[in-house]
């Protein structure tokens, strides 16, 4: 049989077909599910209903992140949480399934403790309840987010019916000047493309300065693929991604790691493979990034001026600006630096790993936060908390003024305490700016953590880049 | 618990002409705490449709005299962008909806909508803007949904036909449940499991 090149995600998708039917979709074997409180109950009753147990508890993974307060304690949260939280205990216990419960030193948001604990590896595919399940391809997995019928699909059978995806390759050339990070690379391939524009396609991202993000940064890039449109981002594996797994808990050890690492250095995309689409981006241009509008395709480079409606020639894309703009009360054409902030939230599964907390605090160190500003830190899990405190980086945001918080999703789903107020504006490191995601009538600006803290200090919308170099914003 | 079915529908609908519009605008974040479907159509919009004080918005399509027993949706391009909650088609069938009409939808509530009986109709923007703007004339405006045929059509429309996913259909004119449709694939998962052991 001749071997036609093929892309990273067709090599996955083809090792995980356990069944096709004429004019059905695939029936996909899932090697990790991730379940949180949130998406799980009605999946869980299903079973319950028709006397079925998960089927691979192994396979499977809870946490508590959503409706947990980041306050600490079940006592902190009101009653539905409680008892949503309290359920997912139970039925984790009665399909032992291994669950980061409520006191469990490793807890944290599902896409953050995945990596950290060892559960993600290359070559998988990852399941959740939670469309930022994208995340996972940073390790040159299948990661994407699932309904909770889907949910309990996969908990009764370990599989999925899955049509295949269409490939977008998102090329990332050049190198990303300081102050730009990540999460302008990933904001600016948002803003050329669209919110819809990954509709129907599986990104993978190629080019120098992909390769050149550590595998923190790649999470970041791969998280927003959703935001995109895209189910899935993906990062094909090499020396950075073996180097993270390496070690942690449920990773591969001895003959067994030696085998998988030669398993997915076969794993990236061959030469002469082709993809459905292709778009390109050159990162030596970029700036430091924001949103200005109420969806994430809607951002701008910090220095350059609000796009004005009368610049698009479609009637209900020119409608939709209008209403974005008028939810932000920004006013186009005006510049977005040096708007008033009230909140900065520095957190979510996009951006609350150590990485995350060291660059902020490195910026925020021997700085406070403005008067008028609160701040708040909350790493992505217990023990990125851990190792934060042991690094002393607690100490910093502390003493600059911030709210330092135990794990969790908090002000991104707004949802467990955490939340804006009508009319607050919030420099947020979180993925989504959606009309009151982060509290209602509250509006969200998404930046980089060095934007979140350059503007906490300005107590308005700053630029990162006069900081960094020792100056004021 | 049965599977959803679909077949025809002939019915009113209202028009929202926003485009992108998110899940978290169809059901918010913090009305996910529920642990069942029930009472989600209540809170369906809810940040659109209910002011500050609690009462409804006037201004909102679905808080006027036309919107009473309407079945349709009609939306902006991308509709159901952002989060992977289903609980944003609970909340539009527990209003009353059975489809949506739109240009585009996003994929993961696309793929929950089926599963919930609520039918993602696209059409050509041309064909949604004539629809639109033949609402604007006539708030008793039906539209026509063939399942079997997967067309829709509207008076002085020629049926139209729209993509749908063969097997959802087939689930949807039969009532087949897709978990029931798995579980016949266990002898292929247990010798899948065995070859990657």
Not at chain 1, 21 to 31: F, R, S
Request: glycine share 10%; hydrophobic share 40%.
């Amino acid at each position: 049989m001749s071997q036609s090149p093929k892309t990273l995600f067709q090599k996955i998708w083809d090792s995980h077909i356990v069944a096709e039917e004429p004019g059905a979709p695939t029936v996909l074997y899932i090697d990790l599910h991730l379940v949180h409180e949130v998406t799980s109950p009605q999946a869980f009753s299903v079973l319950k209903e028709r006397g079925l147990k998960v089927r691979r508890p192994e396979r499977t993974v809870a946490t508590m992140d959503h409706s947990i307060p980041t306050k600490g304690g079940y006592e902190a949260a009101d009653e539905m949480g409680r008892i949503q939280l309290r359920l997912l205990e139970a039925n984790a216990q009665a399909n032992g399934v291994r669950i980061y419960g409520l006191n469990s030193v490793q807890r944290g948001i599902v896409h953050v403790i995945g990596p950290e604990q060892g559960f993600t590896q290359p070559g998988m595919t990852i399941v959740c309840g939670d469309s930022h399940t994208s995340t996972h391809g940073a390790f040159g997995s299948l990661g994407f987010g699932i309904g909770t019928s889907e949910v309990g699909h996969v908990l009764a059978t370990q599989c999925l019916l899955q049509r295949k995806p269409k490939t977008c390759e998102v090329r990332v050339d050049g190198v990303l000047r300081p102050g730009v990070t990540a999460k302008d690379l990933i904001l600016a391939v948002l803003a050329k493309i669209g919110v819809g524009g990954g509709t129907g396609h599986v990104f993978e991202y190629t080019g120098a300065a992909i390769r050149a993000l550590d595998m923190e940064g790649r999470m970041t890039v791969c998280n927003m693929s959703i935001e995109g449109g895209a189910r899935a981002g993906m990062v094909a594996p090499d020396d950075k991604t073996f180097q993270f797994v390496s070690g942690r808990e449920f990773a591969p050890k001895g003959a067994a790691w030696d085998k998988a690492v030669a398993r997915w250095r076969q794993l990236p995309t061959d030469a002469g493979a082709t993809f459905d689409q292709t778009v390109t981006l050159d990162a030596s241009t970029l700036e430091p990034m924001v949103t200005f509008g109420t969806n994430p395709g809607q951002g701008v480079a910090i220095t350059q001026p609000l796009p004005l409606p009368s610049s698009l020639a479609d009637a209900n894309e020119r409608a939709g600006l209008e209403k974005s703009l008028a939810y932000m009360k920004f006013e186009a054409g005006q510049p977005i630096l040096g708007q008033p902030v009230d909140v900065v939230f520095l957190g979510s599964c996009t951006n609350s790993r150590i990485g995350d907390l060291r660059a902020a605090a490195g910026l925020l160190k021997g700085r406070k936060v403005a008067k008028n500003v609160r701040m708040m830190v909350v790493p992505g899990s217990q023990s990125v908390k851990q190792a934060a405190e042991a690094e002393g980086l607690d100490k910093i945001f502390k003493a600059a003024g911030a709210d330092w918080r135990e794990a969790g999703c908090s002000m991104c789903i707004a949802m467990n305490g955490d939340q804006l107020s009508p009319g607050q504006l919030a420099v947020s490191t979180s993925n989504r700016n959606f009309e009151g995601r982060q509290g209602k009538g509250g509006r969200t600006v998404l930046a980089s953590p060095l934007t979140a803290v350059a503007s906490a200090v300005a107590g308005r919308i700053a630029d990162p880049r006069p900081l960094l170099k020792g100056g004021k914003s | 618990m049965s599977a959803p079915q679909f077949t025809t529908l002939t019915a009113r609908c209202v028009v929202l002409p926003v485009i992108d519009i998110d899940t978290d605008q169809i059901i918010p974040a913090r009305f996910l705490k529920v642990t069942d479907k029930l009472g989600l159509g209540e809170k369906l919009f809810c940040d659109w449709r209910y002011l500050d004080s609690g009462a409804p918005n006037p201004k909102f399509i679905l808080n006027q005299p036309e919107a009473e027993g309407v079945q349709i949706l009609v939306a902006g391009h991308n509709f159901g962008c952002g989060s992977s909650r289903e609980h944003a088609p609970w909340a539009l069938v527990g209003w009353g909806f059975q489809a949506v009409v739109s240009t585009m939808f996003a994929d993961i509530f696309k793929g929950n909508s089926v599963k919930n009986g609520l039918i993602p109709v696209v059409i050509e923007p041309a064909a949604h803007a004539a629809l639109v703007e033949l609402r604007a004339q006539n708030p008793d405006l039906q539209i026509s949904i063939d399942l079997k045929s997967q067309t829709v059509s509207w008076p002085g429309q020629t049926p139209l036909m729209f993509p749908i996913d063969p097997f959802s259909r087939t689930c949807l004119l039969e009532g087949v449940d897709e978990l029931g449709y798995l579980q016949k694939f266990q002898k292929q998962t247990e010798a899948y499991e065995a070859s990657h052991a």
